[in-house]
């Protein structure tokens, strides 16, 4: 695994994957458009979750290519992709389960997002994450569910679910829980398992 582990660290893999991670992330805030437009101004930041969280990771991408760490970005990014990237896998299935026909768009939401929850996780070993990072980032995710579930500013979903919404908070809530809670196994106590 620690080769596999360094060629991910290699520059060239790196700026492939900066360049993915760039266009998904605008493709990201184009697929929130609509929603946007309905969006009061001073809620914009929170609604794009996914985007969001690939563009932090962008930046961390762009400064690894420099051999740079930030810390706090790399736990917006980490914690954000596992979150959002496991959140989105897990809605598009539900949404399946309770009945939507599964088109391409969701095949594709799910292999993408998958894959997000994935780098964030893959590339911990390079993370140069505190304790004081991933208190920050806790309070920014706690805050964005509040915002979503309290506020009513939530990505849309599919229509098979729309009225499970109070179940859909309680477990995104719990998913920033987990998210923060790997991160800080994998990369602030250095206990990787990959």
Known sequence: MGMFIRFLGMPSMIAALLIVNVFGTIYGYWWYKVQLEQTPPVFYVFVPDSPTASLFFCFVLFLFLFKKNNGLLEALASVTLIKYGLWAVVMNIAGGVAGDELNWQNVMLIISHFGMALQGLLFAPYYRIKPWHLLIVALWTIHN??????????????SAIAD?????????????????????VVSVKRKTFL
């Open 164 to 184: 499970q919404i109070s179940h859909i908070g309680y477990f995104t809530f719990w998913l920033s829980i987990f998210s923060l809670i790997l991160i800080y």
């Open 145 to 158: 569910d509040i915002i979503d579930y309290v506020y009513g500013m939530y990505p849309w979903v599919s």
